[in-house]
């Protein structure tokens, strides 16, 4: 299912990424949730009353030493390129400005819903600033306060109204859905075609070519499979070519929609920051991960260089210890047919089920070898685990209390449950919770 995306757009300084932060619930540009990534902060997920979403502050694209006014449209056209629904902000205090008209025009042209906002109104007596944005033609403008928080769910109730459909695609139970995530020009378009046995996605040397997502279905060895390129998570064209950090949001949509994503990495030019940022997104998602080593035929070698190129990858994504590696080379079809025998075993350690009982034994066992360390003269005791969900595979660890149960403690028994039931290419959750 993908979620819809949120775009919040309007001139510089009317309070952009205040708005993002709130809505998102945390100070996400000081946040860091996964050691060793650092976060382009422009974009996050978000929910409200069940809804869940992306949202995109587009005042952090900034794009070359272009202009005020090309900034402006450049950020906006890229929003109106990406955004279910947009939501234009202005300041209220300013009143209409020839920036926000600017913008407006801009906005005009997409068929996509605009809710107009209108920030800085921060108490009632203020409310009748919101008067003069009538005439920028976008309907009723909504009173918000970044700085107060007031206003927010009203705005918030417009943006999910105008929500596309839930998307009704039917999720085959038997086909097994992957995508090839990477930076530019790493070669996922020319692994697709190797993989399928023929061109059917445009490969050039001239990164950002690919130009849209496509889904294939294919069967390998009986098993269906549905192949989702991410068009190089980069479009063609000056935009995407100048703003790097943007064309996640391309990788979103089809991780969201994928059991197990393959994080393409070029053996010749190393790990990049921007890789480590990729990989993030899919163990946030909870997605079954490998990491694919493409153009191995390009690299100098000798017997150490697999490995040296095999501990760097795990001493940059720690967080990703249980992904497996593979080296290919789709210019020479090396090792490229593999991919399918991994990706069939990682999709069914995402959807592993444990029975209780075996679980329960495992983790005695577990706590037998290894008793829980005490903390203030509190020992946790651990009563009983029980699995809850699949994709990714998660369990409820029943306690006596949970603030007893130390991080390195709880990786003490993700272990435990990876060593009894392999769970390889998946991440596994472990949920804490007092036994009641």
């Known amino acids: 299912m993908t979620k819809p995306t949120v775009a ?12 993002f932060n709130r809505i998102v619930g945390e100070r996400i540009s000081i946040v860091e949730d996964i050691a060793g990534v650092t976060r382009d902060r422009i974009y996050s997920s978000a929910d409200w009353l069940s809804h869940e979403f992306h949202l ?34 202005t300041n209220g205090r300013e009143g209409v400005t020839d920036a926000d008209e600017h913008v407006a025009k801009i906005l005009y042209k997409t068929k996509k819903p605009i809710v107009l906002a209108v920030n800085k109104i921060d108490n009632p007596e203020m409310r009748e600033m919101i008067y003069d944005f009538y005439s920028l033609g976008f309907g009723d403008p909504y009173p918000i306060s970044g700085s107060h928080g007031l206003g927010l769910g009203d705005l918030l109730d417009q943006v999910a109204a105008n929500f596309p459909d839930d998307d009704q695609e039917e999720i085959e139970e038997d086909v097994i859905r992957f995508s090839l995530i990477g930076r530019p020009n790493v ?7 190797t993989l399928l046995g023929e061109e059917r996605v445009i490969v050039s040397d001239v990164a950002g070519t690919t130009r849209d997502a496509i ?33 996640a949001l391309r990788a979103l949509k089809a991780i969201d929609r994928s ?3 393959l994080i393409v990495l070029n053996g010749e030019e190393g790990i990049r920051e921007q890789d480590k940022r990729i990989a993030g997104y899919a163990e946030e998602a909870g997605k079954g991960v490998m990491f694919v080593v493409n153009k191995w035929d390009a690299v100098k070698k000798d017997d ?45 350690n995402h959807a592993q089920r444990i029975q209780s009982s075996v679980l329960n034994e495992v983790i005695e066992d577990a706590i037998a070898r290894n008793p829980a360390p005490t903390d203030k003269g509190k020992r946790l005791r651990i009563y009983y685990v029980t699995q809850v969900a699949v994709k990714p595979p998660t369990f409820v660890v029943f306690v006596n209390n949970p603030e007893l149960m130390h991080f390195s403690y709880e990786r003490f028994l993700q272990n435990r449950l990876r060593e009894s039931f392999g769970f390889e290419g998946t991440p596994i959750r472990l949920i804490t919770r007092a036994r009641t």
Request: aromatic share 10%; no cysteine.
């Open 8 to 19: 919040i757009v309007g001139r510089p300084n009317v309070g952009k990424s205040t708005i």
């Open 56 to 89: 995109i502050d587009t005042g952090g694209i900034q794009i070359g030493d272009e202009p005020f006014l090309e900034q402006i449209r450049l950020q906006a056209e890229i929003a109106i390129e990406e955004a279910d629904v947009i939501i234009f902000l």
């Open 187 to 193: 070669g996922k378009s020319s692994l697709v075609n």
């Open 215 to 247: 889904d294939t279905p294919y069967v390998y060895e009986g098993q269906k499979y549905k192949i989702i390129d991410t068009a190089g998570m980069r479009k063609k064209g000056k935009v995407y070519e100048t703003t790097e950090k943007y064309s």
């Open 259 to 261: 059991d197990v994503v």
């Open 304 to 348: 150490k260089t697999m490995n040296k190129f095999t501990d760097e990858i795990r001493d940059n994504f720690m967080f990703l210890d249980y992904a497996p590696i593979a080296f290919v080379s789709a210019k020479t079809k090396q090792r490229v047919m593999s991919l399918f025998d991994s990706i069939r075993l990682i999709s069914e």
